[in-house]
C-alpha cells in the first residue's frame, strides 16, 4: 500500500522549533523527490521545501528560506522538516509528498504557532 504518514506537529510558541516527520510506504522512495507543502487557515495549500532523490538538491519558499531544513534518510524511507524560529504565519497544516502535485500525498499534521 502506497503511503505517506506525517508526525511531530503540535503547538508551538513563537521562535520555538519543531522537526516533522515522514514516514514512506509502498513505493521506491530513494528515487522520488520529496516535498513539504503547507496550508495555512482559510488559505490554498502552499509550497515549502524539496530535496532531490540523494538529498543534495533543495530549493524553498521564500517565507521559509534561512529557518526550515529539509532532509531525507533514504535507509529509512524518512523525509523531515525541521522548523525552526517559528512564526505564527507559519500556522497551517503540513503534508509530505512525494513525486510532485499529481504524485503521493500523506494525510497532514497540525502546526500552531501561538503565545
Known amino acids: 500500500q502506497v503511503r505517506l504518514v506525517e508526525s511531530g506537529g503540535g503547538l508551538v510558541q513563537p521562535g520555538g522549533s519543531l522537526r516533522l516527520s515522514c514516514i514512506a510506504s509502498g513505493f521506491t522512495f530513494n528515487n522520488s523527490i520529496m516535498s513539504w507543502y503547507r496550508q495555512p487557515p482559510g488559505k490554498k495549500r502552499e509550497f515549502v521545501a524539496t530535496l532531490g532523490r540523494l538529498g543534495s538538491s533543495t530549493n524553498y519558499a521564500d517565507s521559509v528560506k534561512g529557518r526550515f531544513t529539509i532532509s531525507r534518510d533514504n535507509v529509512k524511507n524518512m523525509v523531515y522538516l525541521q522548523m525552526n524560529s517559528l512564526k505564527p504565519e507559519d500556522t497551517a497544516k503540513y503534508y509530505c509528498?512525494?513525486?510532485?502535485?499529481?504524485?503521493?500525498w500523506g494525510q497532514g499534521t497540525q502546526v500552531t504557532v501561538s503565545s
Open positions: 509528498n512525494a513525486r510532485g502535485e499529481d504524485g503521493i
